[in-house]
């Protein structure tokens, strides 16, 4: 569900575009009648917004949520700044690490987020392989990260 906004006029190419502050429409629409109408306008369909939000409870919900982001952020601030003994403790930092700051999808293949994946994947693999001992040095399998494995 989209947050109030008014239609404004075509663009140059006749595509259709929206403002949902007043600011946009200030930029858009010159000074006169149709932009008082448009801030009207949108400044009703914003309070009838905000009255509905409250009635239905998403406003409280909304404070909540915010409450609970932030105390799931200081946990993992918490985390990260707590030595790490074991390989397993390094694994769980980085994955929190990655999981409450990386910035989204698309900076997963941007620096430093595309190497703080592939060193996850190279820890996991040194778990993996410390888990599982081996009575013979020579019969210990090589790790071999899954990237370099598929090449």
Same mark, same amino acid.
């Given at each position: 569900?989209?947050?109030?906004?008014?239609?404004?006029?075509?663009?140059?190419?006749?595509?259709?575009?929206?403002?949902? *502050?007043?600011?946009?429409?200030?930029?858009? +629409?010159?000074?006169? %009648?149709?932009?008082?109408?448009? *801030?009207?306008?949108?400044?009703? %369909?914003? %309070?009838?917004?905000? *009255?509905?939000?409250?009635?239905?409870?998403?406003?409280?919900?909304?404070?909540?949520?915010?409450?609970?982001?932030?105390?799931?952020?200081?946990?993992?601030?918490?985390?990260?700044?707590?030595? @790490?003994?074991?390989?397993?403790?390094?694994?769980?930092?980085? +994955? +929190?690490?990655?999981?409450?700051? *990386?910035?989204? /999808?698309?900076?997963?293949?941007?620096? /430093?987020?595309?190497?703080?994946?592939?060193?996850?994947?190279?820890? %996991?693999?040194?778990?993996?392989?410390?888990?599982?001992?081996?009575?013979?040095?020579?019969?210990?399998? @090589?790790?071999?990260?899954?990237?370099?494995?598929?090449?």
């Amino acid at each position: 569900m989209d947050h109030p906004r008014v239609p404004l006029p075509p663009d140059w190419d006749g595509s259709h575009r929206y403002a949902g *502050e007043a600011g946009t429409i200030a930029r858009v +629409v010159s000074s006169g %009648r149709h932009r008082r109408r448009l *801030e009207r306008l949108l400044q009703r %369909r914003q %309070r009838r917004w905000n *009255e509905a939000a409250c009635s239905i409870g998403l406003t409280a919900a909304q404070v909540a949520e915010a409450e609970l982001d932030g105390a799931v952020l200081d946990k993992a601030d918490s985390l990260i700044a707590t030595p @790490a003994w074991t390989l397993d403790a390094m694994v769980l930092k980085l +994955v +929190v690490l990655l999981g409450t700051q *990386e910035p989204g /999808p698309s900076a997963s293949a941007t620096s /430093p987020w595309r190497e703080l994946r592939l060193i996850l994947m190279d820890l %996991r693999g040194l778990a993996t392989a410390a888990e599982s001992p081996h009575d013979d040095v020579a019969t210990t399998p @090589a790790y071999v990260p899954p990237a370099a494995a598929s090449v």
